[in-house]
């Protein structure tokens, strides 16, 4: 089964940046939605930034400004440049997509972990 594979966390610290990386392990027709979502320690999985194919982005209200989320069609990879990291940023971040059947996919997430 394809799952999608991210990579590009670590530790930085604050003030820092980090680019997240995120491509199929295999072949999906035709992937329409896709987007990052976060989950710190004690806390739900959350919404960080989307884009459509056509690239219409959304971006969590505590990332605006600091988060820039791109996909590369051809490649069906996602990217998501983060910068002026803070502490609370920190969680395992996970690739998420949605294909035109309604396909979900998931990553199994990196770990970014900004330090004060």
């Known amino acids: 089964q394809v799952q999608l594979v991210e990579s590009g966390g670590g530790l930085v610290q604050a003030g820092g940046s980090l680019r997240l990386s995120c491509a199929p392990s295999g072949s999906i027709l035709a992937i329409n939605f896709m987007g990052w979502y976060r989950q710190a320690p004690g806390n739900q999985r959350e919404r960080v930034a989307t884009i459509t194919r056509g690239g219409i982005t959304n971006y969590a209200e505590s990332v605006k400004g600091r988060f820039t989320i791109s996909r590369d069609n051809v490649k069906d990879t996602l990217y998501l440049q983060m910068n002026s990291l803070k502490p609370e940023d920190t969680a395992v971040y996970y690739c998420?997509?949605?294909?035109?059947?309604?396909?979900?996919?998931w990553g199994q997430g990196t770990q970014v972990t900004v330090s004060s």
């Open positions: 998420h997509a949605l294909d035109i059947n309604g396909i979900k996919y």
